[in-house]
């Protein structure tokens, strides 16, 4: 009979978590031997190349399983890891060449330099369409707000991540482009219907799903057409 973990290890190892600055400390330690599954970096953890090697070397020596290690490296305005690393351009700036070549080659070499620093989680890319101008969480980060060209950029990225080596995490399901509300700062809801979500919103979603996409991130937004009060993110 195959071994079944506890309760508390099984909801562990779909937790992720992260660390309150660049030195793996006592609080850390103890999450992980609890099998928290990931830790997510921030500018706080971050240094030097070497000092990111380290910190990642030290919390997969720390873990007893598996762990996922993710970063917020977008390209653009939205990057964790700064010089030396390559200041690719923002997802919109792709977009307006409408190349998947170039789409592919951003995310491989980006994918390529988070694993040298032993990061093999990437969340991105946006897959938002920049339908609300006035919405101010997107913008560039999306590839633009035509369904089909978004689609198709949206998956030869998730392509380029997977040829160097990472893990992509598409966001921000089910469409965070129809607001002008920040969902860092306040609860957005969206009015269309699970059909306009379908034809629209979802596709480069089901694109990158596709193209070999394991994960989605979920937007912190109230769908009205799910039929609950929750952001999608808790929503059964």
Request: proline share 7%.
């Amino acid at each position: 009979m195959p071994h079944r973990p506890s309760a508390r290890l099984a909801a562990a190892r779909l937790t992720w978590g992260a660390l309150a600055g660049r030195e793996f400390d006592p609080a850390a330690a103890a999450l992980l031997a609890e099998g928290l599954g990931g830790v997510v970096l921030f500018e706080r953890n971050l240094g030097a190349p070497d000092e990111v090697r380290a910190l990642t070397r030290a919390l997969r020596r720390a873990a007893p399983h598996q762990l996922h290690v993710a970063v917020d490296q977008e390209g653009g305005h939205v990057i964790r890891l700064g010089e030396p690393f390559t200041r690719f351009p923002a997802a919109m700036a792709i977009g307006a060449t409408g190349s998947e070549t170039l789409a592919f080659a951003v995310a491989r070499a980006s994918a390529l330099e988070l694993r040298s620093v032993g990061i093999d989680v990437v969340l991105a890319p946006v897959l938002d369409l920049a339908v609300d101008l006035r919405n101010p969480a997107i913008g560039a980060r999306a590839f633009g707000d035509e369904v089909a060209a978004v689609a198709r950029l949206g998956a030869a990225t998730v392509a380029g991540y997977l040829g160097g080596g990472a893990t992509p995490m598409p966001k921000h399901a089910l469409g965070h482009g129809r607001t002008p509300i920040d969902s860092h700062l306040d609860l957005p809801r969206v009015t269309a219907s699970l059909a306009a979500l379908g034809a629209s919103d979802l596709v480069p979603f089901r694109s990158a799903v596709e193209a070999g996409a394991r994960t989605i991130m979920v937007g912190h937004l109230v769908y009205e057409a799910l039929g609950d009060d929750a952001p999608a993110s808790l929503s059964p």
